[in-house]
């Protein structure tokens, strides 16, 4: 079973809008990753934030995480078209760090 | 530097026939991971391995599916007999040697399969 679920599934936001996904997890975990993918392409790596952080960012995104719930949220400010794409958190759980689990993910779209 | 590179990008197979999946590692990267991913869904892990080493095949069906990664070579992923229900997306991804889940993963652009 997927370790993440993001929420929400699809989101259509107009370009300069700020876009906010979120992710809960169900178990312990060492750290949690952000990934993009562009339709028919392999994902790309964006942030990773560890168990013992709240909150970090980068450029126009920001991510937080709340290990009490078991939830992290990716905010992108200011969105761009070039920013639709699907957004996907994953997750290596505490006792097994050789596996890293993905989410359904988010299919964000910018409208022009 | 070459990232993740999967061939064939595109494969077409015949129900029954076989499918050979290639993934070449970045330069360095000795920890290697399948992912299969279906239309609008989520990457479902198949397979964790090491050079020489299967680590973790908890996500890829016993029959008909098999994964290697060579001492020399590229990391293989094997799809026997495929029936209809194989057609996906298949990914890869490598990470360095050390501490391989307190970093990022690198992505190859996948492998497409389909089933006639």
């Known amino acids: 079973s997927q370790q993440g679920e993001e929420d929400p599934q699809a989101l259509s936001i107009q370009e300069g809008e700020n876009a906010t996904m979120n992710c809960s997890y169900k178990t312990s975990i060492n750290n949690l990753q952000w990934y993009r993918q562009n339709s028919g392409r392999g994902l790309v790596h964006l942030i990773l934030i560890r168990s013992n952080e709240r909150e970090k960012h980068s450029g126009r995104l920001r991510v937080t995480l709340d290990t009490s719930k078991k939830s992290s949220s990716l905010l992108i400010t200011a969105s761009r078209a070039a920013d639709t794409a699907s957004y996907f958190c994953a997750t290596a759980v505490s006792n097994r760090d050789d596996k890293i689990i993905f989410g359904k993910g988010t299919r964000l779209h910018i409208l022009p | 530097n070459a990232g993740v590179m999967q061939n064939p990008r595109h494969l077409v197979r015949r129900r029954g026939q076989e499918a050979r999946l290639r993934c070449s590692p970045m330069k360095g990267h000795s920890h290697v991971y399948w992912y299969r991913q279906l239309p609008e869904e989520g990457l479902k892990f198949m397979v964790y391995?090491?050079?020489?080493?299967?680590?973790?095949e908890s996500g890829m069906p016993k029959e008909r599916f098999s994964a290697e990664f060579p001492k020399e070579g590229p990391s293989i992923l094997r799809i026997q007999q495929v029936v209809r229900g194989d057609s996906a997306a298949y990914f890869c991804a490598s990470s360095p040697s050390e501490l391989p889940a307190t970093g990022e993963l690198f992505f190859g652009e996948g492998s497409r399969l389909t089933v006639l």
């Open positions: 391995l090491q050079k020489e080493n299967i680590i973790d």
